[in-house]
């Protein structure tokens, strides 16, 4: 069974001062918890979280390398 998470928060992924290379892709980095209370947090890419509809409070799982929704 694959585990649980609600996303508890979900920031731009900041580089300070920094230039991006022209092939970046934007990131976010979203906190989460689960079931047990454990939190960790993932980077994920920008268009992937609007293009799942994934938004803070929802519950998703963590599949491959992905944030997915419980739908």
Known sequence: MREKYIITGIYEDDFGCE?????????VIVTMRSR???????????AWMYEQEIREDDEVFLVEG???KDR
Do not use: H, T, W
Not at 19 to 27: A, I, N, V
């Open 36 to 46: 047990e209370g454990e939190e960790c947090s993932v980077k994920q890419p920008d």
């Open 19 to 27: 230039e991006r290379s022209s092939d970046y892709e934007p990131m």
């Open 66 to 68: 992905r944030l997915r």
